[in-house]
């Protein structure tokens, strides 16, 4: 049982307690029963809307020669927000990837945008790199197609200009594997 449905027992419990006070042994079993209602829900577990979204882990998939996609946690030092999902399509025949990034802070789930548009810059039977820039960073993505891996960079650029004077300065590595969760579990 989860922890919020025992608060409320035990709520309940109390509220029938407190509202038989003039029949000595009964309200002693209440009393007796409000007491082990608020222990146990110390101990248990919380119940499943108030833990951390789990997102799917990692999936390389979808590989055909002119399409590729990718989906899974975006990991490593400096990531906003590390309970993430990204899904990451190319299309050799546009020239383009897709991303699609959804972000989440315990029970709170970012609003889901896009997908981003990101220019290919290379296509082979072996790796595919996308960039993008924005004012004051740009970001490629390299997929290893043999390995199944993305690096995705993110580096400052414009840093001389007042727009950027507030921007990320450092070079930012992260890949896409499996959610936190997904790592503790194995």
């Known amino acids: 049982m989860s922890a919020l449905r025992l608060e409320f027992l035990c709520y309940s419990l109390h509220v029938y307690t407190e509202a038989g006070n003039n029949g000595g042994e009964k309200v002693?079993?209440?009393?007796?029963?409000?007491?082990?209602?608020?222990?146990?829900?110390?101990?248990?577990?919380?119940?499943?809307?108030?833990e951390e979204?789990?997102?799917?882990?990692?999936a390389f998939f979808n590989d055909v020669g002119?399409?590729?996609?990718?989906?899974?946690?975006?990991?490593?030092?400096?990531?906003?927000?590390?309970n993430n999902t990204n899904v990451v399509?190319?299309?050799?025949?546009?020239?383009?990837?897709?991303?699609?990034?959804?972000?989440?802070?315990?029970?709170?789930?970012?609003?889901?945008?896009?997908?981003?548009?990101?220019?290919?810059t290379l296509w082979t039977n072996a790796e595919i790199v996308a960039q993008d820039e924005s004012m004051c960073s740009r970001t490629t993505i390299s997929i290893e197609r043999?390995?199944?891996?993305?690096?995705?960079?993110?580096?400052?650029?414009?840093?001389t200009k007042t727009w950027c004077a507030k921007s990320e300065s450092r070079v930012l590595k992260w890949t896409i594997g499996d959610p936190a969760y997904y790592k503790r579990m194995r």
Do not use: H
Request: proline share 8%; hydrophobic share 40%.
């Open 28 to 50: 002693m079993v209440g009393k007796r029963a409000f007491m082990l209602c608020v222990a146990t829900a110390g101990l248990a577990q919380p119940a499943l809307a108030e």
């Open 53 to 58: 979204i789990r997102f799917a882990p990692k």
């Open 89 to 120: 399509t190319c299309f050799k025949e546009r020239k383009e990837c897709f991303v699609i990034t959804v972000e989440a802070e315990k029970n709170y789930v970012s609003r889901v945008t896009g997908p981003g548009i990101m220019p290919v």
């Open 146 to 159: 043999k390995r199944g891996e993305v690096l995705w960079v993110q580096e400052p650029i414009n840093q």
């Open 66 to 82: 002119d399409n590729v996609e990718v989906s899974g946690t975006l990991t490593g030092p400096g990531v906003g927000y590390p």
